[in-house]
């Protein structure tokens, strides 16, 4: 874990955005990373699209989990 250094207009955007989403600063902060990451790497997909593929690979990954669990 490190800190990030970040203008004071964007700590604003983020608190205020944070606040909506029920997420904490840091949270919201973390999203916008991953999401922005995810975006660079595939250009051609909408937010919705990679909202939908990370969705659909957490309950992948909860549903793994769970038939390890069950064995």
Same mark, same amino acid.
């Given at each position: 874990?490190?800190?990030?250094?970040?203008?004071?207009?964007?700590?604003?955007?983020?608190?205020?955005?944070?606040?909506?989403?029920?997420?904490?600063?840091?949270?919201?902060?973390? =999203?916008?990373?991953?999401?922005?990451?995810?975006?660079?790497?595939?250009?051609?997909?909408? =937010?919705?699209?990679?909202?939908?593929?990370?969705?659909?690979?957490?309950?992948?990954?909860?549903?793994?989990?769970?038939?390890?669990?069950?064995?």
């Amino acid at each position: 874990m490190g800190l990030v250094k970040i203008d004071d207009e964007l700590h604003e955007q983020a608190r205020t955005a944070s606040a909506v989403m029920c997420r904490s600063i840091n949270a919201q902060a973390e =999203f916008w990373m991953k999401i922005g990451r995810l975006a660079e790497a595939n250009p051609t997909l909408s =937010f919705n699209d990679i909202v939908k593929q990370k969705l659909a690979l957490a309950s992948e990954s909860e549903e793994a989990s769970e038939t390890r669990a069950a064995a």
